[in-house]
């Protein structure tokens, strides 16, 4: 296994004549990406600013490897790899460099660590680092090296279009301003976080629901802003009932939902008991929802079939409020927020 380098971060001091367009092409990065990991609400800088750069990460394939086997190593889909290395159909061969996207980090088990104590200080689940590294039982070594899979911290989380995904984490302890309760139907009249949304997608909502009524659809709201903790005790509950694997591709880690930006809402219907399943998606209420979010500045985020970009399974009762004109462009496209902003 073959890095170009041990660091999770790098800084790039930005000099006199640099624009972001020459800084992202000199480093091969979307300049997309290079935003959203400095909180850049557009192009500009100025001289002798420090931009955060995540390095990518190379692997020089072997004998036997295949797109599926190295995306599996290193947690990456293989459209993904296929993507950011321009590789077409039989063009993988052996010695070649592919670019790995996401940055991993190489740490030696010391004396006395053990594989929680690790866990704690990347701040990655237990089980995450045990299947990464095929770890039995547990059982660890002083001398061994661990690689460690680190998503990219978002370092502006309110910002209006921020991308929340497996690759990009919100702050432990982020909390949107100004969390209101959106004046819509719920199924339960006791008050819980899970009702608040920030107050420029609980307006957006409250117009949806509004033209959803006059429409004789009947939608109810169940689940909004998300803290950080109760992602985490819902994540953990989780994989002791399910497993990492299967918990992993229908649930977020703390820090990797869209809930936590208070600007994503769960909708849901009588028909299907208030539940949250792909059912919704076969009701009246889903069918609306589905052709006319976007008209109010939400998006469907968890698109069917567009699961190895996402991440995450279809699910047609999540929306994210994006704005309307973002979103009335990414449902005319067809495309998920990740291919929207041009980042998968």
């Not at 995306?71 to 950011?84: M, P, Q, R, S, T």
């Not at 790995?100 to 740490?107: A, G, R």
């Not at 982020?174 to 209101?180: A, D, I, M, R, S």
Request: net charge negative; with cysteine.
């Amino acid at each position: 296994m073959s890095f170009n380098s041990e660091n999770i971060i790098e800084e790039y001091i930005v000099k006199e004549t640099d624009t972001l367009v020459d800084i992202a092409s000199k480093l091969d990065l979307p300049i997309l990406e290079l935003r959203l990991i400095n909180g850049l609400y557009n192009n500009d800088i100025y001289v002798g600013q420090r931009l955060k750069v995540y390095p990518k990460k190379t692997y020089i394939v072997k004998p036997n490897d295949s797109l599926f086997s190295i995306g599996k190593k290193f947690g990456v889909a293989e459209d993904k790899l296929k993507h950011i290395n321009n590789i077409d159909e039989g063009k993988l061969y052996e010695g070649k460099r592919l670019v790995i996207s996401d940055p991993i980090v190489k740490y030696t088990v010391k004396q006395h660590d053990d594989i929680e104590k690790i866990a704690q200080t990347f701040k990655i689940l237990v089980e995450e680092l045990i299947e990464y590294n095929g770890i039995n039982d547990y059982q660890i070594f002083t001398g061994q090296e661990l690689y460690i899979k680190m998503p990219s911290t978002v370092n502006n989380p309110s910002f209006f279009h921020v991308l929340v995904n497996k690759s990009f984490t919100l702050p432990q302890y982020y909390v949107p301003e100004k969390l209101t309760v959106p004046n819509v139907s719920f199924p339960f009249e006791y008050f819980h976080e899970k009702k608040l949304m920030r107050e420029d997608g609980a307006r957006a909502l409250e117009c949806l629901f509004k033209k959803a009524n006059e429409d004789g659809i009947d939608l109810y709201a169940l689940s909004g802003y998300r803290s950080y903790s109760r992602q985490k005790f819902i994540f953990e509950s989780g994989v002791k009932e399910e497993g990492f694997e299967i918990t992993n591709r229908l649930s977020a880690k703390p820090g990797n939902s869209e809930h936590q930006t208070g600007l994503a809402m769960d909708v849901t219907c009588p028909q299907i008991k208030y539940s949250l399943d792909q059912s919704f998606e076969n009701t009246k209420e889903g069918h609306w929802i589905k052709e006319n979010a976007h008209k109010f500045g939400f998006i469907l985020r968890y698109l069917k079939g567009k699961e190895h970009i996402t991440g995450y399974q279809y699910e047609p009762w999540h929306i994210r409020y994006v704005g309307k004109e973002t979103a009335i462009s990414i449902k005319n496209l067809g495309l998920t927020f990740e291919e929207y902003l041009g980042i998968e």
